[in-house]
């Protein structure tokens, strides 16, 4: 028997997906939730997305969920991007802010005390091919665990 405080909660679990189906330019989205709420340094989540149209631009962004007990205000994270026919380009390091430097006020959206960021990586990036291409992400800060750190993903999104 669902209760309104079940029905509430299926609704806001099912909200997120129900907002991001209806984007027609999102061509890949993927999260990887870290067992224990923490990245190691072992750790290096690869996400294999499909491009079909290469005469079109892309902007690639990466979601991160983290607790407000995360330990830094900012995530260093190195990609490395693999196409059809090997590496493409460079691996690069991004540096994130997640939260304010000063204050340390949480940035991004939350509730409670968990937060999510979408930070975009790559700007209008074109997939030299159509296939299947792979990015594999790991942290790059200097200790091997980050208790705090709940989820990392990739978006890639389409340009207009």
């Not at 690639?60 to 590496?87: C, D, E, I, Q, W």
């Not at 990392?152 to 207009?160: A, E, F, S, T």
Request: aromatic share 12%; proline share 6%.
């Amino acid at each position: 028997m669902f209760t309104m405080k079940k029905l509430v909660l299926c609704l806001l679990a099912a909200a997120p997906l129900l907002l991001t189906a209806c984007d027609p330019n999102r061509v890949f989205e993927k999260n990887t939730d870290f067992e224990n709420y923490s990245w190691d340094v072992q750790q290096k989540p690869a996400f294999t997305f499909a491009i079909d149209d290469t005469t079109a631009r892309y902007d690639v962004y990466f979601n991160v969920r983290n607790a407000s007990a995360y330990g830094f205000y900012n995530l260093y994270v190195k990609h490395t991007l693999t196409g059809p026919k090997g590496p493409v380009g460079r691996p690069l390091l991004h540096h994130m802010i997640l939260m304010d430097p000063k204050t340390g006020e949480p940035l991004g959206s939350g509730t409670g005390d968990i937060y999510d960021h979408q930070i975009r990586a790559l700007r209008q990036l074109r997939f030299p091919q159509a296939g299947n291409y792979t990015l594999t992400l790991e942290q790059y800060m200097r200790q091997d665990q980050l208790p705090g750190l709940m989820a990392i993903g990739v978006r890639v999104q389409k340009l207009k």
